[in-house]
């Protein structure tokens, strides 16, 4: 696509309340304070506004960022850079390689210019990515609860729903029990799987070893971010097979975890790894590599669920990902159409743009601040 002159940038915080606390081993969510990028861009006098999402969570517990951090890095460093000169979100990785880390702020700018450009263009994103599926599975990922009996009423509303796959938060104190009790609930054709968010170390191989029973399609990012080694004893050890989600910040991590062993699916979300061109090309390494990738969820608005969608239809994301149907987490959501799960699956939106038309007057209500960069 050509490139454009971003002649505009607007940094907007909005609080969101999620129909129901969200509780992993690294916290409880239950409202979402999210950063949203809207960028301007001059495409030969053609004026086209695009909009992101920055999934960066409150507090820096799932990984280093966090929304305040984000919002900075953007307005004194990544906006900066991609105002100097005209560009494309093709070229946007590149020109940001300067600045370190940060992911989660260069995806969000990266999708409001992918956004703005696919509007200016007239195209949807599935197509631009060139997918061919017009729906992808949709999975569903269930908190932990106080008690076994809550998780299991959750479970069970979730299936009667239609959601073609339930992930289980496990920590220490919340696994084996669970996932027994919920495996005997779904039956043993339910694909099922666990994610611990890094809540083990590698003393516990052994007993995570005792989930081979539960017949699991993986067990999600169980040891620390940076124990790839671990992840290695854990995979050599266990038939569950290990899959990476905290790890993996770039294609480069990535192929070294397959290489290593340290894992065999790989779990792609763009935010945590600077965006959707990197999450594709992670894709495309991944199906060459015959490593099977599912696309992960951060409690995403309409936004980046949006987008999730068209990149899950690319064809190498062979297992259902965390895409469920907007209304599991929010009450009213940010965009005109919300994505809606029907039969176990979600649409592949095929409007202009990443796939979404805001719900301007909503998204002013629960606006808390506005700031140009
Ligand atoms: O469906 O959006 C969703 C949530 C899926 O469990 C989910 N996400 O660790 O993968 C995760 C977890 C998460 C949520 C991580 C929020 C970080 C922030």
Same mark, same amino acid.
């Given at each position: ?130 997918? $061919?599926?017009? /729906? ?9 609860? *106080? !008690?076994?009996?809550? #998780? @299991?009423? %959750? ?42 968010? $890094?809540?083990? /170390? ?9 989930? *081979? !029973?539960?017949?699991? #399609? @993986?067990? %999600? ?153």
């Amino acid at each position: 696509m050509n490139a454009g002159a971003i002649v505009g940038v607007e940094l907007r915080r909005i609080a969101l309340d999620l129909v129901t606390p969200f509780r992993t081993s690294f916290g409880e969510q239950t409202s979402r304070d999210v950063l949203l990028v809207a960028v301007t861009v001059d495409h030969d006098g053609a004026v086209t506004t695009g909009w992101g999402e920055c999934v960066a969570l409150s507090d820096p517990h799932y990984s280093p960022e966090f929304v305040d951090g984000a919002q900075l890095v953007l307005a004194e460093h990544l906006v900066p850079l991609a105002r100097a000169a005209p560009l494309t979100a093709e070229a946007l990785h590149d020109r940001l390689a300067g600045v370190k880390g940060h992911q989660m702020a260069k995806a969000a700018l990266e999708m409001a210019l992918l956004d703005a450009e696919l509007r200016h263009a007239g195209r949807s994103f599935g197509e631009w990515l060139g997918v $061919t599926r017009t /729906t992808v599975p949709s999975g569903v990922s269930v908190g932990i609860f *106080d !008690e076994t009996e809550r #998780l @299991l009423a %959750e479970v069970a509303d979730y299936l009667a729903a239609g959601y073609a796959r339930i992930k289980l938060k496990i920590q220490p104190g919340w696994d084996l029990e669970q996932v027994a009790a919920v495996r005997s609930l779904v039956g043993a054709e339910a694909a099922l799987q666990v994610d611990a968010n $890094t809540a083990y /170390t590698r003393d516990d191989i052994g007993h995570l070893c005792a989930l *081979d !029973e539960f017949d699991l #399609l @993986l067990i %999600e990012q169980p040891l620390a971010e940076d124990d790839l080694l671990g992840h290695v004893q854990l995979a050599r050890a266990s038939r569950t097979p290990v899959c990476l989600d905290e790890s993996i910040h770039s294609l480069r991590i990535a192929l070294d975890a397959i290489e290593l062993g340290a894992c065999s699916i790989v779990n792609i979300k763009p935010g945590r790894v600077g965006g959707y061109l990197e999450a594709r090309r992670i894709h495309d390494a991944c199906v060459t590599r015959e490593v099977a990738v599912w696309c992960g969820g951060m409690l995403e608005t309409g936004i980046g669920r949006a987008a999730n969608v068209a990149l899950a239809a690319l064809d190498g994301f062979t297992l259902p990902g965390d895409i469920s149907g907007a209304d599991r987490f929010w009450q009213r959501d940010i965009v005109v159409d919300p994505i809606v799960m029907r039969d176990g699956e979600v649409t592949v939106p095929s409007t202009p743009g990443l796939g979404f038309d805001l719900d301007m007057d909503f998204l002013d209500a629960i606006t808390t601040a506005t700031n140009t960069a």
